[in-house]
């Protein structure tokens, strides 16, 4: 699951079962042991202190709540999601594919190009309906690999956009 936090992107990935688990965090591994208590209640061991965690989600938003502290973490919206079989976004660097087979109808950026976190880099249209992608990190173009009419498949890298 790919979230953002404090203007920072991680792709959160939960594995284990059986009260041991593993959290990773952009591939970095985290082992802690938890005791489940209902579907979004457990009970957990952080820094050798066991803790209570309510976690829940909403269609934007989840909520982790730690022994008093509320924690939101939002989820990007469709179009403005990295579509790359690559894992595509990371926390430096963010590539850009289409949502599916399409028409190049007008790109916004050039290589170089500096650009802020929610920019408007591409417009491609696919079963006559025209989208919008949008940068979710600011940092620079690095690479422009397609131009307005070309056709495209939903696996083409059409822009990479890469942190400071």
């Not at 952009?26 to 009970?43: A, E, H, M, Q, T």
């Not at 066991?50 to 829940?56: G, R, S």
């Not at 939903?154 to 400071?164: G, R, Y």
């Amino acid at each position: 699951m790919i979230l953002n936090y404090n203007n920072k992107v991680y792709n959160i990935e939960l594995q284990g079962k059986d009260g041991s688990y593993s959290l990773l965090v952009d591939g970095d591994k985290v082992d802690f042991p938890v005791n489940i208590i209902s579907d979004n209640v457990f009970n957990m061991q952080i820094e050798n202190k066991f803790v209570n965690v309510f976690a829940t989600q909403d269609e934007n938003n989840c909520y982790v709540f730690i022994d008093g502290d509320t924690f939101t973490f939002s989820k990007p919206k469709e179009e403005e999601k990295c579509f790359s079989s690559e894992g595509g976004l990371s926390a430096d660097k963010e590539i850009i594919k289409p949502p599916m087979p399409g028409c190049i109808v007008k790109v916004l950026v050039q290589k170089e190009q500096k650009v802020e976190e929610g920019t408007a880099l591409i417009i491609v249209e696919a079963m006559k309906m025209e989208t919008s992608l949008y940068s979710t990190i600011s940092g620079i173009v690095t690479q422009v690999n397609v131009s307005a009419g070309e056709q495209v498949d939903s696996d083409t890298v059409l822009i990479v956009v890469e942190k400071e």
